[in-house]
């Protein structure tokens, strides 16, 4: 735990501002982007602190599974179901604001707006999947 860390605080529930969305891994949390770039933008996030995306190692594959598993899961009970238009990833530091790993997850990635398809371009220098 990082008390600086603002998802590590919203993953204690000490941000009363974020709401956690229902999430079935008691070891993830899941909750809205404040700035989002799709209709459905949603983060999750591990609740044990862990560096960005370029700390991963191949120990830490299933852990994005589930990272997936759980937006995936998050999209179907906000009643979007064409898991085919959907953008799911990591943005690649420097380029990631908060330095605790989180994935995005984004639909319909068809409705990303123009600068959201900039920056959530799919295997970008800035954003991979």
């Not at 605080?9 to 993830?28: K, M, N, Q, V, W």
Request: charged residues 20%; glycine residues 6%; contains cysteine.
């Amino acid at each position: 735990y990082d008390g600086k860390c603002v998802f590590c605080r919203i993953a204690r529930r000490e941000e009363p501002g974020t709401t956690l969305l229902p999430c079935e891994d008691e070891d993830l949390v899941c909750f809205r982007d404040i700035k989002p770039g799709a209709p459905h933008h949603y983060l999750v996030v591990p609740v044990k602190h862990m560096g960005n995306c370029k700390t991963l190692k191949t120990e830490h594959i299933p852990l994005v599974k589930r990272m997936m598993e759980v937006g995936k899961a998050i999209l179907l009970k906000n009643n979007f179901s064409d898991l085919n238009d959907v953008r799911m990833g990591f943005h690649w530091p420097p380029f990631c604001s908060i330095a605790h790993l989180h994935l995005h997850v984004l639909a319909p990635a068809s409705q990303l707006g123009f600068f959201s398809r900039l920056y959530y371009r799919l295997n970008s220098y800035w954003f991979i999947t």
